[in-house]
């Protein structure tokens, strides 16, 4: 008899799907599907995940520990024991604790999986127990939920589902039919009784396509372009009662609107006038008007100040208090699960550095101390991360102790000092939340893990023996883990634990039934919404939310190109990307400038060609298409650098810098030449 077994979908996705793994009687799993119960997921996946077992069982997983026997970047490995490796790893990090201390140890969690056992969803008390330095993941959506926080306090404004309501409703920065598909239905249904849809997106992507209107604005614009909004719907009709009585600063802001007439921003952004001010009149007029704002937006040096802007509008509608109305960047603030009980910060000996995910070469560059060991789990940051040349420059150092917790040998695992073998969702317990729903994931283990494989909670439980540790906590089960997590108020209150998620697979957040998050208050601290900010002043940004340009991406110059690095249709980020199937499916690397572009520019299309600025370059072969905007190219992330003619991808063009808010990542403010390769 086989068995069907409920889990989640790990992946960076907003929609976290639920599946369901049929295994056989002899313990194979030959079947994973949606899971038709879930309220979000419908029964379908994607064509990400539709083949997970099969990438499970490639014959490139990783099944033993490993380790380095060549140089540095080389790729040479050999086979080791468990025990060989946990005693290398334990020594080496207990030198460094006696010798450079805690601050000296950077535990690297990537986004490979988002859960909160085995993911980056929490940070593990291990490595507080042993006083580590802190990791900010600082390389997706912070400086968009750091924006917000300015104004609404949450980034959780709407439930998604209630799209379903809306009469207008704005793609802002989403590729929805390629990075969060399981809410297009949501979107159809809300277009079928009547609703008019909007991508603004400087790329005319598959979801733009498919819109009512697309807004293709010059990249980095997104500020101009809500303040732009505001000023139409400030003369077409604000709501004044809901303005007067919930929100604090108008006055100011709307003086501050003054200067951002139709025809300006139509000069900032490169979009028709008549466009904006038929946009605008729609919003004022025709609500309410949902705003699913993606993150790509914000990977621009003022990327926090944008998403700040554009979470005004529903503020001068008052859709934030409408059903169907209102702006949702995350759902995962929502959930309310007790991290602090699983992640123990209590544990910590005193030390509080914090190092930055998105400037991993400028950290490891620093000496105070020196980062003396770097473990990556579930990263592959050779290939994510910005600066890729001066990253690799930075994992060939002599005194730095690599470790790579993976579930395939990676670009970054080339550079490692051990490669340790991890499972995949399938073979471990997991929590999954959404920060594209209001659903809670539960993840049963379905199949044993192959080969040597470990999670994380059990590398970290076994490394904790290794190095003598004592502390009890160190050794809970992943159930008594994930019932740390569920001992929350809300979970409480509802009688929710671990056995009812368990049993149930999948449970809405308690108390979100009819979701309104500001319909008593803001979630700042006046509990009002603020147009005008003292706490965003204090901080540097500005007392009203404000338009800055980006610091490359606009620049317009001649023969030069803003590259966007948006997803690939077959992976998200570098997950499954150095899988055969995956590369073949994806294709070769691409580069695409609208037509026009390419013949100006004498560009040979079909050809390979050089991406290049001065921080570094990549070949990729010239498409032309639609898809980009004259001065835009385009270049999907997360392909192995290994698929690259000669061994460069993306991110060797992409500037190691903070954003304005939250250290965030600023992969889209970036400008390159495109130029033939000689002969
Ligand atoms: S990648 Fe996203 S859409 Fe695809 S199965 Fe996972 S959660 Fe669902």
């Known amino acids: 008899m086989s068995r069907d077994i409920v889990g989640a979908c ?11 793994i049929t295994v056989d009687d002899d313990g194979t799993a030959v079947k994973l599907r949606g899971n038709g119960d879930h309220p979000h997921t419908r029964g379908g996946l994607c ?9 499970s069982r490639d014959p490139s997983r990783l099944l033993h520990p490993m380790k380095r026997v060549g140089a540095k970047g080389e790729g040479r490995f050999e086979r080791i024991t468990w025990d060989e490796a946990l005693t290398t790893l334990a020594e080496r990090l207990q030198h460094i604790l006696d010798t450079d201390g805690g601050d000296a140890i950077w535990p690297f969690d990537g986004t490979g999986t988002v859960g909160y056992l085995q993911g980056v969803g929490a940070r593990h008390r291990f490595w507080n127990a042993i006083g580590a330095a802190r990791h900010h993941a600082s390389i997706c959506s912070i400086s968009g939920h750091v924006g917000i926080s300015y104004t609404s306090g949450t980034a959780a404004g709407m439930d998604p589902e209630d799209v379903v309501h809306s009469r207008t409703i704005l793609l802002w920065g989403s590729n929805t039919l390629t990075s969060n598909q399981h809410l297009w239905p949501f979107v159809e249904q809300a277009r079928a009784g009547g609703a008019h849809v909007v991508v603004i997106d400087p790329i005319r992507h598959r979801t733009a396509e498919r819109a009512d209107e697309h807004v293709a604005l010059r990249v980095g614009t997104d500020a101009a372009l809500a303040l732009g909004l505001c000023h139409v719907i400030e003369s077409a009709g604000i709501d004044a009662p809901f303005v007067a009585q919930r929100t604090d600063g108008w006055d100011e802001f709307a003086e501050s609107l003054r200067d951002y007439t139709p025809e300006r921003v139509a000069e900032i952004c490169d979009v028709p006038a008549e466009q904006i001010i038929t946009l605008g009149r729609r ?3 025709s609500g309410p008007t949902a705003i699913k704002l993606g993150q790509g937006m914000q990977r621009q040096r003022h990327g926090g100040q944008a998403a700040r802007v554009v979470s005004c509008i529903p503020a001068l509608t008052g859709d934030y208090v409408r059903r169907g109305g209102g702006l949702v960047y995350s759902t995962g603030d929502a ?10 910060a209590d544990l910590r000996p005193g030390n509080e550095r914090t190092l ?6 400028r950290d490891l560059r620093r000496t105070d101390p020196a980062v003396k060991a770097l473990i990556v789990m579930g990263a592959n940051p050779v290939v994510s991360n910005p600066g890729q040349g001066a990253v690799r420059d930075e994992l060939r150092r002599d005194d730095l102790f690599t ?8 670009d970054t695992a080339d550079f490692a000092d051990l490669v340790l073998p991890s499972t995949l969702q399938p073979e471990h317990t997991e929590v999954m939340d959404s920060f594209g729903h209001l659903y809670l994931n539960w993840n049963e283990p379905a199949v044993a893990p192959p080969g040597e494989c470990v999670s994380k909670t059990e590398l970290l439980r076994r490394l904790a023996a290794a190095m003598g540790l004592t502390e009890p906590a160190l050794f809970a089960t992943d159930l008594e883990l994930a019932a740390d997590l569920l001992d929350a108020p809300a979970w409480r209150a509802a009688g929710i634990g671990i056995d009812e998620l368990r049993a149930a697979g999948f449970l809405r957040i308690p108390g979100t039934d009819a979701y309104s998050p500001f319909a008593e208050r803001f979630a700042t601290a006046s509990g009002r919404f603020e147009f005008a900010s003292a706490r965003a002043d204090a901080d540097g940004h500005g007392r009203l939310p404000n338009y800055r340009p ?10 030069t190109f803003a590259l966007i690095s948006p997803a690939n249709h077959f992976y998200i980020n570098s997950m499954f990307a150095g899988i055969d199937r995956n590369i073949t499916r994806s294709g070769e690397p691409t580069v695409t400038v609208c037509a026009t572009d390419a013949d100006s520019n004498s560009l040979p299309v079909g050809e390979l060609v050089r991406v290049a600025n001065e921080r570094g370059s990549f070949i990729a072969r010239l498409a032309v298409g639609t898809a980009a905007r ?7 992330k997360g392909g192995w650098t290994k698929t690259f003619v000669g061994g460069n991808s993306v991110n060797a063009t992409t500037l190691e810098r903070d954003s304005d808010m939250g250290a965030g990542a600023v992969y889209h403010d970036n400008r390159v030449t495109i130029t033939r390769l000689p002969g």
Do not use: Q
């Not at 930055?356 to 070469?361: D, G, H, K, N, P």
């Not at 470790?403 to 990676?410: K, L, S």
């Open 550 to 559: 980006p610091r490359e991406a606009a620049a317009d110059a001649s023969g």
């Open 335 to 344: 959930y309310g699960l007790n991290s602090h009980k699983y992640s123990r």
């Open 403 to 410: 470790v790579v917790f993976d579930a395939f040998h990676t």
């Open 283 to 285: 919003i004022a007029t």
């Open 10 to 20: 790990p992946l960076d996705c907003p929609d976290a799907c639920s599946w369901v």
């Open 47 to 55: 064509v990400k995940v539709n083949p997970y077992l099969e990438f």
């Open 630 to 636: 004259p001065g835009v190219a385009i270049a999907p």
């Open 356 to 361: 930055v995910m998105t400037r991993l070469a």
